[in-house]
């Protein structure tokens, strides 16, 4: 049975727990929401102020028109009331007093039947422009995401990724439909119904007018707490999201490690600190409304009260009537209720304004990995790839890579050997352009990869990895990917040069077999053809194969070594391997050690210098064997 006791205690985390919880507590703070913050929401919804000028102005009349109510209502009750105490001049018969009201009424109605017609161009106007400046936050964040350098990708958690881009994007939604709407409409109705009050019946409007600093007083205490306590909601409920979405992504290695148990157990006590969080913020709900009701209670007494001794006492004007009372009781209902409604507003609103802080800030990272103001177009290319000194770490302060030098000339097979970490898939990202070093430079022809595009640069590479992203759809979709224009008969065409055609036929719908989420519905070897397929469909002049034969079987590496003298003629071409059978041919073998270059050179010129990779290429044949 779940026990609910933690969500309303102190009671602290398992050990394993706590760690967990202490790393995702230091991984942000909390700060007060401020006017820029709020500025920049406004600045959002700019491009579209035509659609909520219009809404506003429509809804201006329609409120106007509203508000009209208690002043029909007046109209109608004293005229009855001074009808049946026979005080009219001259007496109207019963038949003129009926149409007399069945007039009032009608005008009345004509004036809702418009509010109502009114109503409904407003909600078109204003969803219209609110679901615009959704579509177009969210194209701005995928924008953004597509060129962050992958550094952002190493530190941030895939949860929190789509948490910033589906629920705190969803938050911002009623802000952007109707935050306007809400604020504007409600503080109308409240001068309007104040002026109201006050034309009706001086006396009344100033017996009440001393709540409005109460209310105002309530209302900035409460929203102070709200706004840090929705903050700290949408913070918790990121890392419930990012929680469950690493347990489902790594549900296997869960399961074969008999995680689940002790996952269970985190991701419990990060939704009873989820769940407590909520809680809270339902507390100072749960004062905070009740204090406003209580307030127009108040109110509604001193009116009454008040109103009814003024009657009794004969000192309300014979013109104002019994209806001035009643009218002034509905006005003060008017002027209360976009209190209430702010108040229940002011949650939406704080929690898009925590959304909105998350969604700016993501907005406002900076990839590390940019194009510079001056970057060139980079030419087509021959494949001439030269570092110079280069020294890299993915933090700086710890380097992977110390003083690399080494050149590849076009054509070339280049191979990276060495053991776990010892820098061979930080050469290949270096090489893409995912990270820049900290020292020394990387040439491409002559061109120094930190002054060309990137959009240039990689249009002319081709990158196949260990584990390669298959994307929902078809087998001829996936292999298309890197070409979009190709016709089918290309696709076709370097899947025969790859040897990849018949692996590829012998599957259920051939090139529309239906891949998969992830390609969930290929095998390892199928999944790593087609990203072979994929990669020279681009006929990139740089080819770049990390680990890329490591998830293929014997007689499928067979099939792609014979073809693969084919493909890689005029191009450079880099490849990390754990099975040497695939860089016998290599024209330079670069061994690497904690991140140096300890030996190069032909895989027999380094069997007959008998060092490290001889050692390693013994050790080959004997796990072979």
């Known amino acids: 049975m779940l026990n609910l006791l933690p ?5 602290k985390a ?3 727990q706590a760690r967990e919880l202490r790393g995702e507590e ?17 600045g ?24 009209q109510s208690p002043r029909f209502m007046q109209r109608i009750i004293n005229y009855v009331t001074e009808y049946g105490q026979g005080a009219l001049s001259p007496a109207p018969t019963r038949g003129q007093a009926v149409a007399h009201v069945a007039g009032i009424i009608g005008v009345w109605g004509a004036a809702m039947g418009t509010a109502l017609i009114l109503q409904r161009f407003v909600i078109l106007l204003m969803t219209n422009a609110g679901e615009r400046v959704q579509f177009s936050l969210r194209a701005r964040l995928f924008a953004k995401l597509q060129e962050l350098s992958m550094s952002y990708y190493d530190r941030t958690k895939l949860g929190r990724i789509i948490s910033r881009c589906t629920s705190d994007v969803g938050a911002l939604r009623e802000v952007s439909v109707w935050g306007l709407w809400h604020v504007a409409a409600n503080l109308l109705m409240m001068m309007v119904a104040a002026f109201m009050l006050w034309r009706t019946e001086p006396r009344l409007f100033l017996a009440v007018a001393w709540l409005g600093p109460v209310i ?7 929203r102070r707490r709200l706004a840090y306590r929705w903050q700290v909601v949408r913070e918790w409920f990121t890392r419930v999201s990012t929680n469950l979405a690493e347990n489902i992504t790594g549900v296997r290695v869960v399961t074969a490690f008999n995680r689940q148990e002790l996952n269970l157990a985190t991701f419990n006590a990060m939704q009873v600190r989820n769940t407590r969080n909520n809680v809270w913020a339902a507390r100072l709900n749960g004062i905070y409304h009740p204090l406003l009701q209580f307030v127009g209670f108040i109110g509604k007494v001193i009116i009454l009260t008040y109103g009814s001794y003024l009657i009794v006492s004969g000192r309300i004007d014979r013109d104002k009537g019994v209806g001035a009372v009643i009218a002034a009781y509905l006005y003060w209902d008017w002027f209360m209720n976009p209190i209430l409604n702010i108040g229940n507003f002011a949650n939406q609103l704080m929690m898009a304004m925590a959304g909105g802080e998350r969604v700016f800030a993501l907005l406002d990272t900076e990839p590390e990995v940019k194009d510079l103001p001056d970057a060139g177009v980079l030419p087509p290319i021959r494949g001439h790839v030269v570092f110079e000194n280069v020294t890299f770490g993915y933090k ?16 070339q097979m280049v191979a990276l050997v060495g053991a776990t970490g010892s820098g061979k898939t930080s050469i290949i990202s270096l090489i893409a352009r995912f990270y820049l070093p900290q020292k020394g430079r990387i040439l491409i022809d002559g061109y120094d990869i930190r002054h060309v595009t990137g959009e240039s640069l990689h249009r002319q590479m081709g990158l196949v990895l260990q584990s390669n992203y298959l994307f929902s759809g078809t087998v001829m979709d996936n292999i298309r990917y890197a070409r979009p224009e190709a016709s089918d008969e290309q696709v076709i065409a370097a899947a025969k040069a790859i040897g990849s055609h018949e692996a590829i036929m012998n599957l259920r719908d051939g090139y529309q077999t239906q891949v998969g989420e992830r390609g969930a519905g290929m095998s390892l070897g199928q999944r790593q053809l087609i990203c072979f397929t994929r990669a020279f469909l681009a006929d990139p002049r740089i080819l770049l194969l990390d680990e890329a034969t490591s998830s293929i079987d014997t007689e499928t590496e067979l099939l792609v070594q014979r073809s693969l003298s084919n493909l890689l003629e005029n191009r450079t071409t880099f490849i990390v391997a754990h099975r040497l059978s695939t860089i016998l041919k290599a024209d330079c073998i670069l061994v690497l050690d904690r991140g140096r270059i300890v030996e190069r050179g032909t895989h027999r010129q380094l069997l007959a210098s008998g060092g490290r990779y001889a050692m390693l290429y013994e050790q080959f044949i004997q796990q072979a064997e």
């Open 7 to 11: 969500i309303f205690g102190r009671r």
């Open 14 to 16: 398992a050990p394993a």
């Open 26 to 42: 230091e991984e942000s703070r909390y700060k007060p929401i401020e006017w820029p913050l709020v500025r920049r929401l406004l």
């Open 44 to 67: 959002m919804l700019a491009p579209w102020w035509r659609y909520y000028a219009l809404g506003l102005l429509l809804g201006v009349v329609m409120i106007v028109l509203e508000m």
């Open 216 to 222: 105002y007083a309530m209302n900035s205490w409460f």
């Open 396 to 411: 700086p302060e710890r380097p992977v890579l110390h003083d690399i030098s080494f050149e590849a000339h076009p054509g």
